[in-house]
């Protein structure tokens, strides 16, 4: 009878869900990256003082639990998926000898979308998660449903020696017509699979612009995807990729497009061989890389702490009024335990100076915006992983803005992009305790209903507490 083990290098945290909405965003957009797994959950916390933000997935409960994954998610969750032949084949020879086949590979390999794309070929529409906790010993013998597609996710866990060969010694113990696909990384099978190499695949996933293409295809495009798919730097920055990272690069392809047509500059001058397209494609490439190094230069030149905060201010508070963020960048250097130099009268840095810094502009009505798509999030983004001891300060300096902004037209988009932004960092880390820092924020400290959808936080089909087969979209990668 096969066990997991009692450890685990990233074990996941059940006690909350999980690797992120967006704000200023088109329809399109929306459509998109609108989330067919999660539901919105309203949960009392704390003191009792009001409904506040549920972020508990639907989908991780149900898969807890052992329920049946429903068809339409199901078929939700493969709407663009990419099957490779190569691996689909591998599989189903492995499937026509063993009624069990584990899939390895990394975080974002796919394995679970394969995984379900197999067994609904297999067995039809009854595809069920095992129910267990991380960790807690797996008896085959419990799969008692026939003719039944079961899932087995390892994905975190170090199953031990002799696992593989344990799990090819108890198949007989499947009911009839019933498979069982087992989801684990590279590394732990290669510690617990001796003797059972014949019933695993390492997945190799498709060409990376099959992937790109079919995301693409989701929505209408004024420029031929052929010369989006065709540029060098696309190409180039996608083929040594997982599978996952590729809705970065449709979710920035599609969006760059949006704010070039809401500009009026999208026009017949989008040639492929143009300097104007050459220049729209190295916007993607730089929104789709989560603007990571860029980031990190710009810290690496500016380490005063005056023009951080106020970076970070704008890009939390991004929309607002010069004179909000610039007040809320001195509340949030408080906030992380720094003792801000007074700014009386005309000392310090003002807000063109700062706001031209922060690679943002001040618009006509008084309000800030940054100059690129997915900057706002990727600061935030780099803050969390930059700063981790400064979670918790952030965390509660954060959610504190969203009553305390006054301005009814961005209250509620900064409460679902700071949802938005505690989901991505827990899904990206497997720890919850951001997101339950701001439960407990928005719980006890605000009298005030703070309702808050989940819907909408997670990119299609993808799964908080496991990894998603096509990645984070929504402004923050």
Known sequence: MPHASEESDAPIEQKSPDDDGSSGDTDLH???????????????????????????????????????????????????????????????????????????????????????????????????????EPNAPFD??????????????????????????????????????????VLMSTAAWAQCGQGATEIARPLEGPPREHILRKQLLQAPFAINIDNWLSSDPISRGIAPLLPAKMAAWANAIITTEDIERHKGSLGSDAAPDTEYFKGLVLEVVKAAEDWRTELLNWHNTHSDSAYRNYLLAAAVL??????????????????????????????????????????AELQPDGTIRFRYHNYAEAVVDYFLDDRPHLLEEFTRWTAAQVTTLGEADLTAPLAQRVSHWTVHYTARHRRTNLLRFLAEQWSSSHTDVACVSAHGMFPSGCDPLTECSRGPLVGSR
């Open 318 to 359: 991004e929309g607002a009024s010069s004179d909000k963020i610039y007040r809320a960048s001195a509340s949030l250097a408080t906030a992380l335990n720094e003792r801000p130099e007074p700014r009386n009268g005309q000392q310090g840095l003002g807000v063109v100076a700062l706001t031209h810094t922060a690679n």
């Open 30 to 132: 929306d459509e998109l990256t609108e989330s067919s797994w999660s539901g919105q959950v309203s949960q009392r916390i704390g003191t009792n003082r009001g409904i506040v933000i549920g972020t508990l997935i639907e989908q991780g409960i149900r898969r807890l639990r052992g329920i049946a994954l429903p068809p339409a998610e199901v078929a939700t969750q493969l709407k663009t998926y990419v099957r490779d032949e190569d691996d689909d084949q591998a599989i189903s020879k492995i499937l026509d000898q063993w009624p069990v086949v584990v899939l390895t590979g990394a975080d974002g390999s796919g394995r679970f979308s394969t995984a379900l794309d197999v067994l609904r070929r297999r067995v039809g529409d009854t595809i069920r998660q095992v129910r267990r």
């Open 140 to 181: 085959m013998a419990g799969l008692q449903e026939p003719h039944t597609g079961w899932i087995l996710d390892l994905r975190a866990e170090q199953p031990p020696v002799g696992f593989g060969h344990e799990l090819v010694e108890d198949t007989d113990q499947l009911p009839e017509g019933s498979c069982l696909v």
